[in-house]
């Protein structure tokens, strides 16, 4: 059966989901759109709760007639699937490597350090008070696929962080390559980064472990660029298995 009604329930739940809305019974879901981030989610292991495609596609799923699915679409272009998720949140966050972003607003930058996590092979990604939801259309559609394979957990407090802690300043702290604990090179860490403007807040600054900086010839980076550039000079020194 084809959809071909825009006041279809699913559709409207689809608008929903698609604006990430904050209601309840929407709650512990999200959206993921376009043939990648679906095929992303299937490679991960992580089934779709529903699947909807463009009629006539060829895709799997139930399908709706183009313009419809169009209309849910958050994506300029549209898309030809989409699918429904369960968000998953691991109890705590796990090491030996973790990227832990307190109210980094922008979904874009959250989604972006997703992506950058997976690839330097951190166990997880903690998300702090005041940060972007990793489960929303843009930080997913940013992530590209890694959403569905690095562990995410809620965090409130710098005591749920894997020690030692590392907090990202930009003009303070030892120069990030020459960081050691005792007498050997950083073999895990959780990296803290703060909000793109503001940075970290002073009193989880005091509370970190250790505090280091990027060294570069302008005052800072963005909160993803900064995230990236750590994770390399971390990763590069973690022992290989």
């Not at 909807?52 to 183009?66: I, M």
């Not at 849910?72 to 369960?86: F, H, K, N, P, Q």
């Not at 590209?144 to 303070?172: C, K, N, S, Y």
Request: with cysteine; net charge negative.
């Amino acid at each position: 059966m084809t959809i071909t009604s825009a006041h279809n329930s699913h559709l409207v739940q689809l608008r929903k989901l698609s604006q990430r809305r904050r209601a309840r019974e929407l709650a512990g879901r999200f959206v993921a759109e376009g043939e990648d981030l679906i095929a992303a989610a299937d490679a991960a292991g992580w089934p779709a709760a529903e699947r909807y495609c463009a009629a006539g596609s060829g895709l799997t799923g139930t399908e709706v007639e183009p313009e419809l699915l169009a209309a849910v679409s958050e994506l300029g272009s549209g898309t030809r699937a989409l699918a429904v998720y369960e968000t998953r949140w691991a109890a705590r966050p796990a090491g030996p490597l973790c990227v832990s972003l307190h109210a980094v607003a922008d979904p874009g930058n959250v989604g972006t350090i997703l992506r950058s996590a997976v690839a330097f092979g951190a166990a997880s990604v903690a998300i702090g008070p005041g940060t972007a939801d990793p489960y929303g259309p843009k930080a997913v559609r940013a992530s590209m696929g890694a959403v569905f394979e690095v562990p995410l957990a809620r965090v409130d407090q710098i005591t749920q962080l894997p020690a030692p802690t590392v907090a990202l300043v930009a003009d303070d702290g030892v120069p990030l390559y020459e960081l050691t604990l005792g007498a050997g090179p950083l073999p895990h860490a959780t990296l803290m980064v703060g909000a793109e403007r503001e940075g970290l807040p002073p009193a989880l600054v005091d509370a970190a472990d250790h505090v280091a900086r990027i060294p570069i010839v302008t005052h800072s980076l963005n909160a993803a660029m900064a995230a990236t550039v750590a994770l390399y000079e971390v990763a590069r020194r973690m022992p290989r298995t």
